[in-house]
Structure formats: C-alpha cells, structure tokens
C-alpha cells in the first residue's frame, strides 16, 4: 500500500520561497499521476499542481508562475517548488495520486506539511 510522508513547509515572509518534498512508499509511483493538494481552515481542499506520469503538469491558476511541480522517480519523490509566497497560499498542503474522477484521490491521505505565509 502506498503511503505518502510530505515535508518542507514551515513559516516564511510574503515573497519568500519553500520546497515541499512527498517521499512515497510502496510499489508504484512511477506509473502514478502525482499532485499537490492544500486546505486552509474553512475551506476544502483544493488541487493546486499535477504532474502526470510522463511529466505533463498542469496548475490551478492563483499558482501559475509562481509553483512548479516535479518528480524524481528514482527516489519515488515529488516536489512543490514554491516562489513568491502570498499569505493565501497558507494552508496545509499534501501530496496523494488524482483519480479520473475530479475532486477524487487514489490513495490515502498523509499527515500534510503546513506552510505559513506571514510577516
């Protein structure tokens, strides 16, 4: 079973910039579409990146320029390169497979990592 440990988050000023990392384990990923999701309190979460398996990436437009996505399948690892940080991008973010079917996921949800975006 597939399980996902993501890291990186933590506190950093408006403008700044944080790399997320989502270490996978199990079987698969390399076959896998990956995405980076976030909730912030009151609100429901929200896909924010994805890549697919052959590295195609698509984003939510509030991250457009600002977030890139990527993976190394070797170390079955997906990243959230994150610049130019507003405090809206506050949220706990997560990493988990897109299902075919919006708003769905295919695996489990790990614990998250949370970003704060304040001065």
């Known amino acids: 079973q597939v399980q996902f440990v993501e890291s990186g988050g933590g506190l950093v000023q408006p403008g700044g910039s944080l790399r997320l990392s989502c270490a996978a384990s199990g079987r698969s990923f390399r076959g896998d579409d990956m995405g980076w999701y976030r909730q912030a309190p009151g609100h429901v979460r929200e896909l924010v990146a994805s890549?697919?398996?052959?590295?195609?990436?698509n984003y939510v437009d509030s991250v457009k320029g600002r977030f890139t996505i990527s993976r190394d399948n070797a170390k079955k690892t997906a990243y959230l390169q994150m610049n130019s940080l507003r405090p809206e991008d506050s949220a706990i973010y997560y990493c988990?497979?897109?299902?075919?079917?919006?708003?769905?996921?295919?695996?489990?949800w790990g614990q998250g990592t949370q970003v704060t975006v304040s001065s």
């Open positions: 988990n497979v897109p299902s075919p079917f919006p708003g769905y996921v295919v695996r489990s």
């Open positions: 890549i697919t398996s052959g590295g195609v990436t």
